[in-house]
């Protein structure tokens, strides 16, 4: 007697049982703000696979000439980031001495370590051999960080199809602003990278006030810098010649 198949649901669909079982506070009690603490960090994770799955997506459109697509997909990861923004405001209802009740169990354990955001940053032309060095060899984040560093970037795909669109240039910056002077198409989707480059700015700055706000000058978890890791990083440009034609438009 052939096995009947369960009937799709809700819950089986969105495998209910296995992503509720995931949240496992270390603490003793436990201590409540840790609930929230592993949620937030688990939401995180889930968009940036999201945010992965979209920024291949643009690199695909733009390798496909499908411009107006990748503008439309652009604008959902900007609204992506600014849900990932708005979440920081949850984090930050939990006092400091709220997570210092439980932060000791985190022992190693640290954001500094999401392979997701690091893939994020290789796509976006952030990569370097340390951030890869990071991870063990012969798992998945190491396997995952070193596929992306052989892949173009998103600027890469972006640079490919001006070429395509009978753009040839050796000094970037004076071809985009004929560009934005005369090409709206082209102009338009420059706009929506520099809301891409705005928006992870954004979301680097929320973050380091938060830490900032939680734990001060503190060394991170993990024994990461911290604050002053996260401070590095704010205000550096993805895209920078898009930013230095402003005065010259």
């Known amino acids: 007697m052939s096995e009947t198949t369960p009937a799709l649901t809700y819950a089986?669909?969105?495998?209910?049982?296995?992503?509720?079982?995931l949240q496992q506070p270390r603490s003793s009690g436990p201590e409540h703000?840790?609930?929230?603490?592993?949620?937030?960090?688990?939401?995180?994770?889930l968009w940036f696979k999201q945010l992965l799955h979209e920024l291949d997506r643009v690199k695909a459109l733009l390798e496909q000439d499908e411009s107006h697509r990748a503008q439309h997909t652009l604008k959902?990861?900007?609204?992506?980031?600014?849900?990932?923004?708005a979440q920081l405001d949850i984090l930050e209802t939990m006092?400091?001495?709220?997570?210092?009740?439980?932060?000791?169990?985190?022992?190693a354990a640290s954001g500094f370590q999401s392979d997701q955001f690091r893939q994020i940053e290789f796509v976006l032309g952030l990569q370097s051999e340390q951030a890869i060095n990071r991870?063990?060899?012969?798992?998945?984040?190491?396997?995952a960080l070193e596929r992306r560093s052989?892949?173009?970037?998103?600027?890469?795909?972006?640079?490919?199809?001006?070429?395509?669109?009978?753009?040839?240039?050796?000094?970037?910056?004076p071809t985009l602003i004929v560009i934005y002077k005369n090409d709206p198409k082209n102009a338009g989707l420059c706009?929506?990278?520099?809301?891409?480059?705005?928006?992870?700015?954004?979301?680097?700055?929320?973050h380091v006030k938060m830490v900032?706000?939680?734990?001060?000058?503190?060394?991170?978890?993990?024994?990461?810098?911290?604050?002053?890791?996260l401070r590095e990083t704010v205000g550096r440009p993805l895209f920078p010649d898009l930013w230095a034609i402003r005065s010259q438009l």
Not at 214 to 226: C, E, H, L
């Open 95 to 107: 006092t400091p001495l709220e997570f210092l009740s439980f932060r000791a169990r985190l022992e």
């Open 76 to 85: 959902r990861i900007l609204t992506i980031l600014k849900v990932m923004v």
């Open 191 to 206: 706009e929506r990278l520099v809301d891409l480059d705005e928006g992870i700015q954004e979301w680097r700055y929320r």
């Open 33 to 45: 703000d840790e609930m929230l603490f592993i949620v937030i960090h688990q939401v995180y994770e």
């Open 135 to 143: 991870f063990p060899e012969g798992g998945r984040a190491r396997a």
């Open 212 to 229: 900032e706000r939680t734990i001060g000058a503190r060394p991170g978890t993990g024994g990461s810098a911290g604050a002053a890791y």
């Open 12 to 21: 089986n669909y969105l495998k209910l049982e296995e992503l509720l079982s």
């Open 150 to 173: 052989h892949e173009s970037t998103l600027w890469d795909a972006f640079l490919q199809y001006l070429r395509r669109e009978g753009y040839q240039f050796e000094d970037l910056q």
